[in-house]
């Protein structure tokens, strides 16, 4: 369907301008540099010929591809997101083109002695004969969420120069700062105007995806007492041993090493602290909403035990809510998902339908009223040197969101459902 050659062009494009986000930041976005591929986008959009195409003071870019069709049908959308991880260098990305690729060990960087190999990510064994691009060792990739761009782009200017293709109205919106969590607080819903969405922010081909975790943040604050240690018999109270006993009173088997599939866990992913006071970051995650808000109690519950052991309010505890699962919001609409699942087959994909380990932008968004299930963008081993991306699944991403644009055409009309 897409010329290989095009895909490749337009995603290298677009993944050798740094876009890194920070998490520090309280702008939004919160890098001036995401607007570098903001601008670009917008300016593509245009010359392609969308429509309605605009970019708002937070860098939310929006297109419109009108109906071709007589019949009402409802407006869908589709979303990616344009920044990098802060996790890792997002400067200077050097990619390289592997084609043919047989089964062997990528050499990324000679000079290093970096190797993508499939004896260690056997997901590539997946891949051989087909054009994989990978990073050079020493930055990321930015597939996460390039790839999903690139799918979007490239599926509006097929539907663009295939009019005898059936579709609907089609919205596409690409956002800054989602891998700092922040890629649906600002996306104007109401603006956007799709009945639901598509994030193309998975990961290989054929993920289809319409349940995540329920996420909180925890911040433990320990308080002890300082005192000269030659002198601080019976007077001495260390924060960070106090903090040692929170940490072991936890299920250390509810952890994400130790976790997979629905499984929820307890994450400790920060400490800082001295004698007087040790400062304790967790992340709690949870697919089972009841297991979830548990979780959040059990935090609480052990911060009041150990106050009540030391007989003093020695630990505090800020829990937040950061998002939700989106299955409750997604399960009265499943023909959306449907679509989304018989799309993949008529482009000879075979779906992989799980639960996401993690959050997308899909899950604000449809606590926001925009149901939106995530399909695959096609990229493997997100944020950090080993990221690379097979071309014929960004190929057939684009497929895919064609055919969800036609079958939509064909099966839908507005106000029913299948």
């Excluded at 995540?212 to 433990?220: L, Q, Y």
């Excluded at 936890?250 to 994450?267: A, M, N, S, V, Y």
């Excluded at 007087?276 to 548990?294: C, K, N, P, Q, S």
Aim: with cysteine.
């Amino acid at each position: 369907m897409t010329n290989k050659q095009q895909i490749i062009d337009r995603f290298l494009s677009y993944v050798k301008i740094d876009t890194q986000s920070d998490e520090t930041s309280e702008s939004t976005p919160s890098t001036e540099k995401q607007w570098d591929l903001a601008n670009k986008l917008k300016a593509e959009l245009e010359t392609m010929g969308m429509q309605e195409v605009s970019i708002d003071t937070h860098a939310y870019v929006m297109a419109t591809l009108p109906s071709n069709v007589a019949h009402d049908v409802p407006v869908i959308g589709f979303v990616a997101h344009f920044d990098t991880t802060p996790d890792f260098s997002g400067t200077n990305v050097n990619p390289q083109i592997i084609e043919n690729y047989d089964g062997k060990d990528i050499v990324l960087n000679k000079e290093k002695n970096i190797i993508l190999s499939p004896e260690y990510f056997d997901d590539l064994l997946q891949y051989e004969g087909q054009t994989i691009i990978t990073t050079d060792g020493t930055t990321l990739l930015g597939a996460d969420d390039k790839a999903g761009i690139t799918e979007i782009m490239e599926a509006m200017k097929h539907l663009i120069e295939h009019p005898e293709i059936p579709h609907g109205k089609i919205r596409v919106c690409f956002t800054p700062d989602e891998e700092i969590g922040r890629g649906a607080h600002k996306f104007d819903v109401e603006k956007f105007g799709a009945e639901w969405a598509y994030t193309m922010d998975g990961s290989q081909v054929g993920e289809l995806e319409f349940e995540n975790f329920n996420a909180a943040g925890a911040v433990v604050k320990v308080s002890g007492k300082s005192v000269h240690p030659g002198y601080a018999k019976d007077k001495m109270i260390n924060s960070m041993y106090i903090a040692m006993d929170f940490i072991n009173s936890l299920p250390r088997l509810e952890t994400p090493e130790h976790t997979e599939d629905r499984q929820g866990f307890f994450h400790l992913n920060a400490i800082e602290g001295d004698v007087e006071e040790t400062t304790l970051h967790y992340i709690i995650r949870d697919h089972d909403r009841e297991h979830f808000e548990a979780r959040k109690e059990m935090i609480k519950d052990l911060a009041a035990e150990i106050c009540s052991q030391y007989e003093r309010d020695c630990v505090t505890v800020e829990v937040k809510d950061q998002y939700y699962n989106m299955r409750e919001k997604v399960e009265p609409v499943m023909h959306i998902v449907d679509i989304a699942e018989a799309a993949m087959k008529k482009a000879d994909v075979t779906p992989i339908i799980k639960p996401i380990r993690g959050g997308t932008d899909g899950a604000q968004l449809s606590f926001k009223g925009l149901p939106c299930p995530n399909i695959f963008a096609g990229g493997h081993n997100f944020h950090g040197k080993y990221e690379y991306v097979p071309v014929e699944s960004m190929q057939k991403a684009v497929e895919v969101i064609v055919q969800i644009a036609e079958l939509t055409a064909e099966s839908i009309s507005k106000g029913g459902s299948n």
